[in-house]
């Protein structure tokens, strides 16, 4: 997957608590999407950042998530008082530049809400 | 709403069939890309196309882009049971900012 490393991998949550999903985009990309999967579905767009910037969010809920991808270290997708819904798997990608024709995947975080 | 649509949903077949599985949508995209994704990982690029009439080969997989660039096919020749797996197509429209991903065709080769 062309170097975007996520983790944790799999994160386990209690109903109320928060989940901070980190991802490390390709060295050299500056921008970097976020998606949401749920089983036996496809990719769900939620946000767009460029280096300390939100480009387009109009896929994330404006309640519980906020995502950030400051100008030193990993991009951070932060969920608040999770619920059983937001149970999923969440994957970053990074592309070289705004609207790219390519994005390459990391592996993912499994966010499981018990 | 921009909407990738891909069929079949799901596709079994045995092994050394050829299959073509379709991703359409009323929109038309600047480029288009295919990703296979294996459970529990992310998805992975195949390809990227480009320009309506495109076609790109990569070993026994064949991708086409059409004329009007709203439509793509993948086309396998010989399947073997390592190209099981979700394809997903994904299509970035000129003026988006993000890309748009098809629901999947599942398939599933069995030896």
């Known amino acids: 997957n062309a170097g975007v490393m996520q983790n944790p991998r799999h994160l386990v949550r209690r109903r109320g608590q928060e989940a901070r999903l980190r991802c490390s985009p390709v060295?050299?990309?500056?921008?970097v999407y976020w998606y949401r999967q749920l089983p036996e579905e496809g990719l769900k767009f939620m946000v767009y950042?460029?280096?300390?910037?939100?480009?387009?969010e109009s896929g994330m809920p404006k309640e519980r998530f906020s995502a950030e991808f400051p100008k030193e270290g990993p991009s951070i997708l932060r969920i608040q008082q999770v619920v059983r819904g937001d149970s999923a798997a969440y994957f970053c990608?990074?592309?070289?530049?705004?609207?790219?024709?390519?994005?390459?995947f990391g592996q993912g975080t499994r966010l499981t809400v018990v | 709403t921009q909407l990738l649509e891909q069929s079949p949903q799901f596709l079994s077949i045995q092994e050394g069939e050829n299959l073509t599985v379709y991703c359409n949508s009323s929109?038309?995209?600047?480029?288009l890309q295919w990703y296979r994704q294996e459970p529990g990982e992310g998805p992975v690029l195949l390809v990227t196309?480009?320009?309506?009439?495109e076609v790109k080969k990569l070993k026994r997989l064949t991708f086409q882009f059409g004329d009007a660039r709203k439509d793509s096919s993948l086309h396998i020749t010989a399947a073997q049971p390592g190209d099981t797996g979700l394809y997903l197509c994904a299509g970035l429209h000129n003026y988006g900012q993000n890309f748009v991903f098809g629901p999947g065709t599942r398939l599933s080769v069995l030896p």
């Open positions: 950042l460029q280096k300390e910037n939100i480009i387009d």
């Open positions: 196309v480009v320009t309506g009439g």
């Open positions: 990608a990074s592309s070289v530049e705004l609207r790219t024709t390519e994005a390459f």
């Open positions: 060295k050299g990309h500056s921008h």
């Open positions: 929109s038309v995209f600047s480029s």
